[in-house]
C-alpha cells in the first residue's frame, strides 16, 4: 500500500461520521444491492428454485431466509443467498407472502420457479405440506424437493 492510500485509510477509521452505525449501515447496504445485482446478472433470464429456512433470532423474532438455486452459463449448479425477511408467524400463508414479497422486491417472478425446498428441521416440517401446496397451486412448475440436510 502506498502513502497516499494509507493516509486515507488512516483518516477513513479516524473520522467518527465513517464509523458510526449509520454510516456503516449505509455501506453494509450498498454491497448487499450490488451482490444482489450481480447474482441477478448472473442468472439472467434462466428459471430457479427458491431454499427456505425460518429460524427464530435473539430477539425472538421470527425470520425466513430465502436463497436461490440455478444452473449458471457454465452449467454449474448455484446456490445463492437472497436475503431475510421477517415473519409475524409460521403460517404457511405468511411465510409464502414473505418469499413473495423477497421475490417482487428481486423483480423476480414466481413464473420462473421451477423448484422449491425448505430446511428438514422441526421449525419447518410442520409448514411445509401447507406451503409446498400453496405454492404449488399457484406455480404448479415448482416442484418440492425434500433437504436432507
Same mark, same amino acid.
Given at each position: 500500500?502506498?502513502? %497516499?492510500? !494509507? +493516509?486515507?485509510?488512516?483518516?477513513?477509521?479516524?473520522?467518527? +461520521?465513517? %464509523? &458510526?452505525?449509520?454510516?456503516?449501515?449505509?455501506?453494509?447496504?450498498?454491497? +448487499?444491492? /450490488?451482490?444482489?445485482?450481480?447474482? !441477478?446478472? *448472473?442468472?439472467?433470464? /434462466?428459471?430457479?428454485?427458491?431454499?427456505?429456512?425460518?429460524? %427464530?433470532?435473539? =430477539?425472538?423474532?421470527?425470520?425466513?431466509?430465502?436463497?436461490?438455486?440455478?444452473? *449458471? !452459463?457454465?452449467?454449474?449448479?448455484? /446456490? @445463492?443467498?437472497?436475503?431475510?425477511?421477517?415473519?409475524?408467524?409460521?403460517?404457511?400463508? %405468511?411465510?409464502?407472502? +414473505?418469499?413473495? $414479497?423477497?421475490?417482487?422486491?428481486?423483480?423476480? =417472478?414466481? =413464473?420462473?420457479? @421451477?423448484?422449491?425446498?425448505?430446511?428438514?428441521?422441526?421449525?419447518?416440517?410442520?409448514?411445509? !405440506?401447507?406451503?409446498?401446496?400453496?405454492?404449488? *397451486?399457484?406455480? =404448479? $412448475?415448482?416442484?418440492?424437493?425434500? &433437504?436432507?440436510?
Amino acid at each position: 500500500m502506498d502513502g %497516499t492510500n !494509507k +493516509a486515507v485509510l488512516q483518516n477513513v477509521l479516524n473520522d467518527p +461520521a465513517m %464509523t &458510526c452505525p449509520k454510516m456503516i449501515k449505509g455501506l453494509v447496504n450498498v454491497c +448487499a444491492r /450490488e451482490t444482489t445485482r450481480l447474482i !441477478k446478472q *448472473d442468472l439472467g433470464e /434462466e428459471n430457479f428454485a427458491i431454499l427456505a429456512c425460518l429460524f %427464530t433470532d435473539a =430477539s425472538h423474532n421470527e425470520q425466513l431466509v430465502v436463497c436461490l438455486r440455478y444452473v *449458471d !452459463k457454465k452449467g454449474r449448479v448455484v /446456490e @445463492r443467498f437472497l436475503g431475510v425477511v421477517r415473519v409475524e408467524n409460521r403460517k404457511p400463508s %405468511t411465510i409464502k407472502a +414473505a418469499i413473495e $414479497s423477497l421475490l417482487r422486491d428481486h423483480s423476480l =417472478s414466481w =413464473s420462473r420457479v @421451477r423448484g422449491q425446498g425448505y430446511d428438514g428441521a422441526g421449525n419447518m416440517r410442520a409448514h411445509v !405440506k401447507g406451503l409446498k401446496k400453496i405454492i404449488m *397451486d399457484e406455480s =404448479s $412448475s415448482a416442484h418440492y424437493v425434500h &433437504c436432507f440436510a
